[in-house]
Structure formats: structure tokens, C-alpha cells
T-cell receptor
Framework: GENVEQHPSTLSVQEGDSAVIKCTYS??????FPWYKQELGKRPQLIID?????GEKKDQRIAVTLNKTAKHFSLHITETQPEDSAVYFC??????????????FGKGTKLSVKP | EAGVTQSPTHLIKTRGQQATLRCSPI?????VYWYQQALGLGLQFLLW???????NRGNFPPRFSGRQFPNYSSELNVNALELEDSALYLC???????????????FGPGTRLTVT
């Protein structure tokens, strides 16, 4: 089955700096890679996703890149703000017997943005 | 549009009891997913229901089970509760993956289960 590794587990940056979180996946059949942001005590929120037919996707200050050959994808946050502080999870869909519905998550990255 | 809802918000049970958690998906969504988030850990996939059928399950024992009703709401049952079952149980919903590969999953607020 699919396995997703996420690094780093914690990341501390100064306000205004960039933050990069990296994930690798094992199943070459995976074709959907979302990123979720979870603030303390709240539900995970989908912030951006990318499909395997695209190499990069941007949405204002956040971007995601995908390297299918190397089986890794990354989240980039530019001009970080204190409200970006949260736990970020990457995920990949799992191809199990032809089904591609459920997601396998990385263990999360706790991002702290210092003012 | 209402989001995914879950009930109850909190649930306290003793070891050996059974717990029932409920989830209502976003209107129009037919797939429901259950995840376990233990303290300090990531989201572990539990179960996936689509069109009333179990499509896939994660690496959890059979005492974790559930079902999906004709209105697409879902129920997660945990039998013979153990202390390590204490966690936040999150439900997510999505459109039918067959309808153009719409994989986006949206989460509910979760049910905090505490086993004493």
C-alpha cells in the first residue's frame, strides 16, 4: 500500500521568510496530492492540491510542486505570517485494488512563524 | 452550504464498552471517510464508504466497523473499547470519484473519544 513520509516534523521561521515542507510517496499509481492545514483544536482544512498531470500549482502565497519521477512533492509558503502557524499535512491517494478514494497522510509538520 | 457535521462532539466511555460516532456529509457528497487522529500523531485512515458500501479499510482491527445509510450519512462503531482508542475521530466527505475524479475531501470537526 501507499506510504507517505513528511519532513521536517517541526519548522520555525521568522515572519516574512519562506517555509518549505517536503513529502515522498511510495505508490507510483498515486495521482492526487492534497495539503491540509490544521490549527489547534480545529478540523484539517484543504489549502491546495495537485494532480499528477501538473508539475506546479500556485495560489497566492502558497505553491505545491510535484516530481513524479522522484515521487516527491513539496509545499512552499512565501512571505509567512503568524497566522500561517499550524500543523500541515501532506497526503496521497491510495490505489488499493483499483480504488483511488482514500488518502494516506504524512505525520505532519508543525510550522511556527515568529513575529 | 453546510459543511460536514459530526456528533457527538465529545464522548467518554469506559474500557470494554461500545462507542457510536455519527457523520453527515456535505450535501451532494456520496463518499464518507473515517480517520483516527491520536494525540501527537497524524491522520490514520480507518474506513471509506461510497454508495452504501465499504470500499476500503485501513490497518485497524475488526472491532472498528461502520456503515453508510441511504442518505449518505455514516456511523462508526468501535466495540470492546481499549484505552488506546482514545483519539479524535474525523469524518470527511467527497464527491463520487467516478464523477470526473473529484477527490477533494472536506473534514468535519471531529468527535473526541476518551476511554477510561
Amino acid at each position: 500500500g501507499e506510504n507517505v513520509e513528511q519532513h521536517p516534523s517541526t519548522l520555525s521561521v521568522q515572519e516574512g521568510d519562506s517555509a518549505v515542507i517536503k513529502c515522498t510517496y511510495s505508490d507510483s499509481a498515486s495521482n492526487y496530492f492534497p495539503w491540509y492545514k490544521q490549527e489547534l483544536g480545529k478540523r484539517p482544512q484543504l489549502i491546495i492540491d495537485i494532480r499528477s498531470n501538473v508539475g506546479e500549482k500556485k495560489d497566492q502565497r502558497i505553491a505545491v510542486t510535484l516530481n513524479k519521477t522522484a515521487k516527491h512533492f513539496s509545499l512552499h509558503i512565501t512571505e509567512t505570517q503568524p497566522e500561517d502557524s499550524a500543523v500541515y499535512f501532506c497526503a496521497a491517494n491510495s490505489d488499493y485494488g483499483g480504488s483511488q478514494g482514500n488518502l494516506i497522510f504524512g505525520k505532519g509538520t508543525k510550522l511556527s512563524v515568529k513575529p | 452550504e453546510a459543511g460536514v457535521t459530526q456528533s457527538p462532539t465529545h464522548l467518554i466511555k469506559t474500557r470494554g464498552q461500545q462507542a457510536t460516532l455519527r457523520c453527515s456529509p456535505i450535501s451532494g457528497h456520496t463518499s464518507v471517510y473515517w480517520y483516527q487522529q491520536a494525540l501527537g500523531l497524524g491522520l490514520q485512515f480507518l474506513l471509506w464508504y461510497d454508495e452504501g458500501e465499504e470500499r476500503n479499510r485501513g490497518n485497524f482491527p475488526p472491532r472498528f466497523s461502520g456503515r453508510q445509510f441511504p442518505n449518505y450519512s455514516s456511523e462508526l462503531n468501535v466495540n470492546a473499547l481499549e484505552l488506546e482508542d482514545s483519539a479524535l475521530y474525523l469524518c470527511a466527505s467527497s464527491l463520487d470519484r467516478r464523477a470526473g475524479g473529484a477527490y477533494e475531501q472536506y473534514f468535519g470537526p471531529g468527535t473526541r473519544l476518551t476511554v477510561t
